[in-house]
C-alpha cells in the first residue's frame, strides 16, 4: 500500500515556509520584493513552474515510499538510501492516530504504531487520509494477538464507539460498575483556556517583575514569548476538547492545532502522577500524567481535571482513589533537607499498590502498581546520612513518572525495601 500521493508535497511545503519565514525576516529581501513588485508576473511564472517541477519529482519519492499490514507491519521509504522499518503484530503495543496542524490543513493524518522495543520504536506512516488511518488503527488493534503480559486484549473501540462496561482482566475486580456514560471524561473549552493561562501566570510575572527591576522591556517582551507562549500554547492544545472513554482500552481524543486519537490498553499503565499547579488550588484541579509501557512521548491524559475526574480515572485504572493513608512519612530531622514539604512526604504501601505524596507549592502524589515495579535502590547524601534518614527509589517504565520516596528513616526505608523485595 502507498501513502497519500500529497504526502511528499506537505514535507516539501513545510520546508519552504519555514525557508521563506527566515527570508522575511531579512531586510534587504523586502526590499528587493518590494522593488520588484512590477515584475510579479514572472515571479508567478517562476513559482508555477517550480510547483509542477516539485510535483514531478515528488513522485519519485511517493512511489519510493510504501507500507504493508500483515502478521508483520513494515514501513519502508527513501530513493537514494532505503531505509525499511517493521515489526510483528504481537509486538504493536498502542497505535495513534495523529493528525499535525500542517497536513491537517491538507486533510491528511499520520499513523503512528507504538511497538516493543524501547524508546526508537515508533513506526510512523506519514501520511494517510484520516478515514483510512482510523480504520487502519481499528484493524490493528482488533486483530492483535495477546501474548502473555505484553499483549494487547480485547477489541479496539471507534473514537464515537460506546464504553462496553468491563474491564482488562488485570483491575476487572475494580472496575466500576456504571452506565457507559459513567466512564466519558471531557474538559469544557472554558476549563482549558483558564488552565493553560493560570499555569504559565507565575512564570510570567516572575519575568515581567526581572525585566521592570532591570527595565529591559524590549528584550523582556522577547524573553516573554518565547518562554511563556510556546508551553502555554501546547498546554492548551492538549486539553482543547478532550475526551476520555473507557473499556478494556482508554482511548483518549484531544487538540487544538494538532488532532490526536489514541487507545492506551489499561494492563500497560504502570504508574500514574497526580500533580497541582500553585494556582490551580483555587479550583481543585489537577493534572494526571501516566507512565505506559511502550509509550515513548509523555502520556498526560488528563491536563486539566477536577477532582471527580481524576478519582473516576484512578478508579478505572487502578482501581482505588488519590488519598493517602501513610504507612510512613519522613520525620523532624527531614525539615534540614526539606524545609518546604518534609511534612507533605508520605508513602502508603498496600497489598497491589504503593502511594507516594510529596510537594507543597505544587502537590503531587505518584501511585504505581507493585507488580510493576521493575527495580529498587536505596540512597543517601552525607547530610542525609548524618541526619538518619535515605531515600528510597521504585523504577518502573521508561516514562514521565518518577517514583522516589524521599527523607525516610533509614529503618523505614530498609522495612519498605524488604516488603516490596518480598512482594515482586
Known amino acids: 500500500m502507498r501513502v497519500h500521493r500529497l504526502s511528499p508535497m506537505v514535507r516539501i511545503a513545510q520546508s519552504c515556509i519555514a525557508v ?7 531586510e534587504d529581501f523586502r526590499s528587493f520584493i518590494l522593488n520588484h513588485l512590477s515584475t510579479w508576473w514572472i515571479a508567478l511564472l517562476v513559482l508555477l513552474g517550480l510547483m509542477a517541477l516539485t510535483w514531478v519529482l515528488s513522485g519519485i519519492w511517493w512511489r519510493a515510499t510504501s507500507f504493508s499490514i500483515g502478521e508483520e507491519i513494515s514501513y519502508e521509504h527513501g530513493v537514494f ?41 515508533v513506526i510512523a506512516i506519514r501520511y494517510l ?48 460498575d456504571g452506565q457507559a456514560g459513567d466512564a466519558d471524561v471531557s474538559i469544557p473549552v472554558s476549563r482549558a483556556l483558564l488552565g ?79 500533580k497541582q499547579y500553585p494556582l490551580w488550588r483555587f479550583f481543585g484541579w489537577w493534572e494526571v500524567t501516566l507512565a505506559v509501557s511502550g509509550y515513548t512521548e509523555n502520556t498526560t491524559v488528563l491536563p486539566v481535571g477536577t477532582r471527580e475526574e481524576v478519582e473516576e480515572v484512578l478508579q478505572r485504572i487502578f482501581g482505588r482513589d ?9 520525620p523532624k530531622q527531614a525539615k534540614w533537607i526539606s524545609p518546604i514539604d518534609w511534612k507533605q512526604q508520605q508513602v502508603e504501601l498496600e497489598q497491589e499498590h504503593v502511594v507516594l505524596s510529596f510537594g507543597r507549592i505544587a ?18 547524601g ?41 512482594g515482586q
Open 322 to 330: 488519590m488519598d493517602i493513608r501513610a504507612t510512613c512519612s519522613s
Open 20 to 26: 521563506l519565514v527566515v527570508l522575511l525576516v531579512r
Open 129 to 176: 487520509r484520516p478515514a483510512q488511518a482510523h480504520e487502519l488503527r481499528k484493524e490493528l488493534l482488533s486483530h492483535a494477538r495477546h501474548a502473555g503480559e505484553d499483549a494487547i486484549e480485547g477489541a479496539a473501540e471507534d473514537t464515537d464507539a460506546q464504553l462496553l462496561g468491563h474491564k482488562d482482566a488485570k483491575v476487572q475486580g475494580h472496575a466500576h
Open 81 to 121: 538510501s532505503k531505509t525499511t522499518r517493521s515489526a510483528q503484530r504481537e509486538n504493536i503495543q498502542a497505535v495513534d492516530v495523529v493528525e499535525p496542524f500542517f497536513p491537517r490543513l491538507f486533510g491528511l493524518a499520520e499513523l503512528r504504531i507504538e511497538t516493543a522495543g524501547g524508546d526508537d520504536s
Open 196 to 274: 493553560a493561562g493560570l499555569q504559565q501566570a507565575p512564570r510570567l510575572l516572575i519575568l515581567l517583575l526581572v525585566f521592570w527591576v532591570l527595565d529591559l522591556a524590549s528584550i523582556g517582551l522577547i524573553a516573554i514569548a518565547f518562554s511563556v507562549v510556546p508551553p502555554l500554547f501546547r498546554r492548551l492544545d492538549q486539553a482543547w476538547q478532550m475526551r476520555l472513554r473507557f473499556s478494556n482500552t482508554l482511548n483518549l481524543t484531544y487538540g487544538l492545532a494538532n488532532r490526536s486519537h489514541s487507545d492506551i490498553p489499561l494492563r500497560r499503565v504502570h504508574a500514574a502522577r497526580i
Open 382 to 422: 552525607p547530610v542525609q546520612h548524618k541526619l538518619g534518614v535515605c531515600n528510597l527509589e521504585c523504577s518502573v517504565v521508561h516514562g514521565p513518572v518518577r517514583a522516589k520516596i524521599r527523607d525516610l528513616r533509614t529503618e523505614d526505608a530498609q522495612r519498605l525495601l524488604g516488603q516490596l523485595r518480598a
Open 363 to 380: 502537590p503531587q502524589r505518584v501511585l504505581l502498581n507493585r507488580a510493576d515495579i521493575q527495580a529498587l535502590e536505596l540512597s543517601h
